[in-house]
């Protein structure tokens, strides 16, 4: 039901930077929390970054921390992914998903776990040259 189209991916040098957009559409935006995996060839599909419903609170994998950065718009149906400082390993296709929380005392958390999203994008391929 709910439908999730991320673009902005791209091929962008070491240490450069890329914006993803995610947007949704087919339900209340505002009611999920919003995250952000990544899967890389031969590899595991991994959390990158989320966002809660309210409250504005994000978390992100240790490994993009200080680089990534998760934001929404709920007036727009819209979540991002601010990539700076882009390494090789952040080679993967980028995917977006939604977890239905609601705005009660769930809705101020997020996961990291794929078993906790409902909903996933097509995903969009990022490719860091070195």
């Known amino acids: 039901q709910v439908r999730l189209v991320e673009s902005g991916g791209g091929l962008v040098q070491a240490g450069g930077s890329l914006r993803l957009s995610c947007a949704a559409s087919g339900d209340i935006f505002s009611l999920y929390a919003m995250g952000w995996f990544r899967q890389a060839p031969g590899k595991e599909r991994e959390f990158v970054a989320a966002?809660?419903?309210?409250?504005?609170?994000?978390g992100y994998a240790d490994v993009v921390k200080g680089r990534f950065t998760i934001s929404r718009d709920n007036a727009k149906n819209t979540v991002d992914l601010q990539m700076s400082s882009l390494k090789p390993e952040d080679t993967a296709v980028y995917y977006c998903?939604?977890?239905?929380?609601?705005?009660?005392?769930?809705?101020?958390?997020?996961?990291?776990?794929?078993?906790?999203?409902?909903?996933w994008g097509q995903g969009t391929q990022v490719t860091v040259s070195s």
């Open positions: 966002i809660s419903c309210v409250g504005g609170n994000t």
């Open positions: 998903a939604a977890d239905p929380r609601g705005l009660g005392p769930r809705g101020w958390a997020y996961s990291s776990e794929i078993s906790e999203y409902d909903y």
